[in-house]
């Protein structure tokens, strides 16, 4: 992981909730001296106080990580905010709500951005009974695959894991307007907006 919560981060979320030195560092426990040292740059927070500090400052460890705090202006959840994580060492897919902190086999992963789909990756659709048969025009080999499709809409997310030397189709119940996501170990991950 390549950031670390900064002094100047704990600074200004102390100062939004109005709280001095010497109040913060009673509620976590710690003198006022830390918290004065960790603001003016001159000592680092321990791994163990990150929660602690969180919870005090109001804010998630993310947030206190990234130095910015996310003001959530939808409560409720919307599977459309979603963020796929895919490990490139072992192939694990990871999929979120909204941003994490997320790391596998070592190795910390980025959220995948999604670029359309294009004439390497075309997607056929067919109506079979209620649901929807999907196939991708894309070789299967061992070097060069789909390794997953999922379609998603704002209340839904259904994927299906996909194998090198197998099809690359698969059945989604599609309902209202959404998106197909393709993940293709060399082209990474694309979409194609999907209305029904």
Same mark, same amino acid.
């Given at each position: 992981m390549n950031q670390y919560v900064t002094g100047n981060t704990i600074k200004q979320l102390r100062e939004q909730k109005r709280m001095t030195q010497a109040e913060l560092a009673e509620k976590i426990d710690v003198s006022s001296k830390t918290i004065s040292k960790w603001e003016t740059a001159k000592g680092l927070p321990d791994i163990s106080l990150l929660e602690p500090l969180s919870a005090a400052l109001g804010v *998630? !460890?993310?947030?206190?990580? #990234?130095?910015? /705090? !996310?003001? #959530?202006?939808?409560? *409720? /959840? #919307?599977?459309l905010r979603s963020k796929i994580y895919v $490990?490139?060492? $072992?192939?694990n897919v990871i999929h979120t709500l909204g941003e994490t902190v997320v790391s596998c086999c070592g190795v910390s992963l980025p959220a995948l951005e999604a670029e359309e789909m294009d004439e390497h990756h075309v997607v056929e659709m067919e109506q079979v009974e209620d649901e929807t048969y999907i196939t991708v025009k894309h070789p299967m080999t061992k070097s060069h695959y789909i390794s997953f499709l999922a379609y998603v809409t704002h209340d839904k997310f259904q994927m299906v894991k996909l194998y090198p030397e197998g099809e690359a189709a698969c059945r989604f119940l599609f309902r209202g307007r959404g998106y197909l996501y393709g993940y293709c170990n060399r082209h990474g991950l694309m979409k194609q907006a999907v209305r029904m």
């Open positions: *998630s !460890v993310l947030e206190l990580m #990234n130095g910015d /705090a !996310v003001i #959530n202006q939808n409560k *409720s /959840a #919307n599977m $490990c490139p060492i $072992c192939g």
